[in-house]
Each structure stands twice: as C-alpha cells, then as structure tokens.
C-alpha cells in the first residue's frame, strides 16, 4: 500500500503545494522537491538452536501487540543489514554473535504502522544457526516474551505482522513442514 498524501506541507520548503507524481511520490509545485515513498529496510531473524527450535517474540508493542512475531527492526542509517540483525538480536534477545553467524535468506515487501504513517519496508529475512545449546535469552526492548519453538509448534497464523506471517510460512515450507 503507498500512501500518495504522505505530507500535507513540503519537507524542504514548507508549501501546502504537493501534488502526486506518479504512483509513490509526491512534488512540491513551489520548489521543485520531489519525495519518493521508498522502502525502509528491516531485518527478521530466523534464529535456530542447536535441536532446530525457533526463537520466536511475542511482540510488546503496536503495531500487532501480543502477537507472535520474530526478532528484529529497522536498519538504522549506515548499517548493513547483517549488522543490524547482530543489533536487534542483542537488543531484543541479549544474545550476541558476530555477523558471520546470519546468513541472507530472502525479502518480502511490507507496510509497517509507525507513529500514524504506514511506512513501505522491505524485510530482509536471515538465518541465524547458534553455536551453543540452550543459550540463554531474556525479552527486552519491545518483545513482551521470548519462545523456543520446534517448527511443528509453529502457526504462521499467530504471527502479526503479514510479511512475518508470509516468512514464517515460507520458512517451514523450506524445512518441509
């Protein structure tokens, strides 16, 4: 879903002059500024122990709040994408590993509630197979609760967030669940 009237006023020269420009952009007719409705990038981590159980959130937070979801977040600016998974892994999980453990997976398009914007954002999905058994983990950030779950416990319909849901799916599609 794009929203064609993100702003009211332009961002550069504060004119109530914007006008749509094409299907994901809007153009100031007073300055010339032309804002394109992007995708932020995501991370969701697949994270798996040592006997195939996924660490699986309940999400603390809207949007989607109390419902399953995985690890992850927004990549902040002038991060890679593995970097930001070793962020949000630890700020959401205290679990630290070094970036050689995630491994690119696939992306899925999504829309994501933010502050009463629908933010476009494209979910880049890793894989993230942990060294040790049984590592300790304590919900933090904006996860309400932290789950190992083996991929038979595992409903896609209980995730939140579509292009989680969507994930998950595929996930255990891979595995051939």
Not at 55 to 63: I, N, S
Not at 79 to 100: F, K, N, Y
Not at 124 to 135: A, H, R
């Amino acid at each position: 879903m794009i929203q064609r009237e993100t702003f009211e006023y332009c961002p550069r020269c504060g004119a109530n002059r914007l006008e749509a420009h094409g299907v994901k952009a809007q153009h100031c007719q007073s300055c010339g500024f032309t804002y394109y409705h992007n995708p932020s990038a995501a991370v969701a981590l697949l994270v798996r122990d040592l006997q195939g159980r996924l660490l699986v959130a309940t999400r603390g937070k809207e949007p989607a709040k109390g419902t399953l979801d995985l690890p992850g977040g927004f990549v902040d600016k002038g991060e890679t994408g593995e970097e930001a998974a070793q962020r949000e892994l630890h700020e959401e999980s205290g679990l630290r590993l070094s970036t050689e453990h995630f491994v690119y997976a696939f992306s899925l398009p999504n829309s994501y509630l933010y502050s009463d914007f629908l933010v476009p954002t494209l979910d880049l999905f890793y894989t993230v197979q942990l060294p040790i058994e049984m590592p300790a983990v304590r919900a933090m950030d904006d996860v309400a609760q932290l789950h190992w779950l083996a991929p038979a416990e595992i409903d896609p319909s209980r995730f939140g967030l579509i292009s989680i849901r969507r994930g998950i799916a595929r996930y255990l599609a891979s595995l051939g669940n």
